[in-house]
């Protein structure tokens, strides 16, 4: 019986997502004075910042000489309903006079507000977001398996799940038998990963880069400085690039550093999330050869995310599509074709994707760019 490299047994992974939200308060029915609006000096004193108050023409003549204006008689503040302090002028028995609605309370809706906003902030509101839902499946040692799904259906997370970087809130899963949260220490001397945003000391050339990789990894540091060469060449990547800092190189190359990075180690599962996202055709193929090659010479395990279907297409053995955290089929790509083809037409694994997950690729993209800030 063949060797399962990967075990992943209805893993779930489920975040909560802060929800920005303003605090506002329900209009006021009632006018309040704050202390600033009291009389002083003889002069109504309006808000900060909301200008002064006018004079009440309606006022008696006395009420006049004492400096009884509107921002003692007649004005007031209030909350709309965006949650802001207006000034607003009344005349005494007015519809909106403090007088016709009682001088109310100081300080209440404005310490109903204050309430409010620190509540927002000390417990802000969250959304509960299911990334992985109860996801079942096996990989068998050697295989090369695909994972496609639209951007934030949660392949992502689940290659961190399988790399121990997130760890799971059910469910078990478990890399050539070591569980990846008991055993997380074993399991990453087994793996390596290739992320779409790689991770690097920009500063330092590629070679110093692969170095201090190798070192992490008690690798020969004679060793690894030939065979970084070795796979960089194989990967198209000139040796004299090699020793440029790495905020020198475009995107692209410095995508195959990362690859290279990966494969340095001769992991015994290779994760490979979106590898080729930033590379030009020819730069794709080779880093696709090269990835068939050391799985034929070193029987490597390959877990593969992509949103490149012909990709997908020529290197996995398998394919799952997954949407909303749930695997939503899964089967060798020429089954998953077969399987809507009619009539004998042409069917891609693109219309399979289209099909099962009701999302064009090309949205897919669009979304991703979208979300890529």
């Known amino acids: 019986m063949q060797e399962m490299a990967l075990e992943c047994i209805s893993a779930r992974k489920v975040f909560y997502i802060r929800k920005e939200t303003r605090p506002t308060a329900k209009p006021s029915t009632e006018w309040y004075a704050s202390p600033g609006e009291r009389d002083v000096g003889g002069q109504a004193v309006a808000h900060a910042g909301a200008g002064r108050a006018e004079p009440d023409a309606h006022a008696g003549a006395g009420e006049r000489e004492r400096g009884a204006g509107v921002g003692s008689a007649c004005a007031g503040v209030r909350c709309n309903s965006n949650g802001c302090l207006d000034i607003r002028s009344a005349c005494n028995g007015g519809p909106d006079s403090r007088a016709s609605r009682g001088t109310g309370t100081n300080g209440r809706h404005r310490g109903r507000l204050a309430v409010s906003r620190a509540v927002a902030t000390l417990f802000p509101k969250s959304v509960r977001v299911e990334a992985v839902s109860g996801v079942t499946f096996s990989v068998k040692r050697g295989e090369i398996f695909g994972i496609l799904g639209p951007n934030g259906s949660g392949k992502s997370t689940l290659i961190r799940l399988i790399s121990t970087l997130l760890l799971p809130d059910e469910g078990e899963i478990r890399v050539f038998g070591h569980d990846v949260v008991r055993e997380r220490f074993a399991v990453r001397r087994l793996i390596n990963r290739v992320s779409v945003e790689a991770a690097f000391f920009k500063k330092l050339s590629a070679m110093e880069n692969l170095s201090y990789a190798a070192r992490l990894y008690d690798v020969d540091i ?11 060449k194989r990967l198209g990547f000139s040796e004299s690039k090699a020793y440029e800092p790495l905020e020198d190189l475009s995107r692209g190359m ?34 696709q050869d ?9 029987d490597t395990t390959v877990i593969l995310t992509t949103h490149d279907m012909q990709e997908a297409d020529r290197l996995c053995d398998r394919v799952a599509i997954i949407d909303q955290g749930r695997f939503v089929a899964l089967d060798t790509p020429a089954r998953l074709k077969a399987g809507l083809a009619k009539n004998g037409e042409t069917v891609t694994l693109e219309d399979v994707f289209f099909t099962l997950t009701g999302k064009a690729l090309k949205e897919s993209r669009l979304e991703e760019e979208d979300y890529s800030d």
């Open 254 to 287: 410095q995508q195959k550093v990362a690859v290279a990075r990966a494969l340095l180690t001769s992991p015994v599962l290779l994760l490979l999330d979106e590898p080729t996202t930033g590379l030009d055709p020819v730069s794709k193929r080779e880093v």
């Open 290 to 298: 090269y990835v068939l090659e050391v799985r034929g010479s070193h």
């Open 222 to 232: 004679r060793w690894a400085r030939e065979r970084a060469i070795d796979i960089l």
